[in-house]
């Protein structure tokens, strides 16, 4: 198999990981959400900190504001989006949360100084409309879940900007050990104040599930960068949007509607605009 069709094969099982991640995170049920955070992360900051270990890196890192900016935006946009994920359909969910590579467009021209291409313009456009047919915005209370669900994809976007900078400075390890870290420390006092709840076999197999899927996802990812440029790619890490619609409606029955599914088709078409304008030399 050629280097490039083993890069789109790693990425297709990456969002297949993810999807599976996010599921699993639905079926903890009532579980706290900074419960699943700390199972999310614990498997991560293990495997990353065994990794620096063997390669005899430096646990403290370089640039360690950056590292810290980085943890903080991860942190709060996986809470959001945990949180989102047991309130609305999973395919609402996982389609919101996806629009971070739109915002990354707008955060890396403002704080990068990164250009932003001629069609990448008309493709933000058509994944605005997009979430506007999936939300339908009521303007009442009904709307706060998906609008969690956004913003998640807001600091998401605002963790990949700052991981942007930081491959100047810090190995991808080190990132990973400081956010998942970062994470399992914050989620620690939480839980002892009230935010856990003992969980029953299944609930604890889907806690070990969010870790075991989002771990093997990261590095699934990493290894499909090896193989094949991040522009050739990222059209396929929106598999994570139909894994996660075929998941939904055979687990949970949650069959998208007309809007969600025009809303979902709004923001594909996007994120092959975005896609196609990435691809071009000339803006």
């Known amino acids: 198999m050629k280097d490039h069709n083993k890069g789109i094969l790693l990425m297709i099982l990456a969002s297949l990981c993810f999807a599976l991640m996010a599921s699993a995170v639905k079926y903890t049920g009532e579980i706290p959400t900074m419960q699943i955070v700390f199972f999310r992360n614990l498997i991560g900051m293990l495997i990353s900190g065994y990794m620096i270990y063997r390669t005899g890196g430096n646990f403290k890192g370089k640039n360690r504001g950056g590292l810290i900016f980085r943890s903080i935006f991860g942190l709060t946009g996986v809470f959001l989006y945990f949180y989102a994920l047991g309130e609305i359909p999973l395919s609402d969910a996982v389609v919101l949360n996806q629009m971070s590579p739109f915002f990354v467009v707008i955060l890396s021209a403002w704080f990068l100084k990164e250009p932003i291409k001629k069609l990448q313009i008309p493709a933000v456009f058509l994944a605005m409309l997009g979430v506007i047919f999936i939300i339908r915005p009521e303007f009442n209370a009904t709307i706060l879940p998906s609008l969690i669900a956004l913003m998640s994809a807001f600091f998401a976007a605002a963790a990949y900007t700052t ?24 989620a620690i006092p939480f839980m002892a104040l009230g935010q856990f709840q003992w969980p029953t076999p299944l609930q604890f197999l889907s806690l070990l599930g969010v870790g075991v899927f989002a771990t093997g996802a990261q590095f699934l990812m990493t290894y499909a960068y090896r193989y094949a440029q991040a522009g050739d790619l990222s059209i396929y890490s929106y598999g994570k949007t139909v894994f996660s619609t075929l998941i939904g409606a055979v687990i949970w029955l949650e069959i ?25 030399k000339v803006e």
């Open 256 to 280: 998208p509607d007309q809007y969600s599914l025009i809303g979902i088709l709004f923001i594909l078409t996007g994120a092959y605009v975005n896609y196609y304008a990435s691809k071009k």
């Open 163 to 186: 991981i942007r900078h930081l491959r100047l400075t810090d190995k991808p390890q080190v990132i990973i050990f400081y956010f998942t870290a970062f994470s399992v420390l914050v």
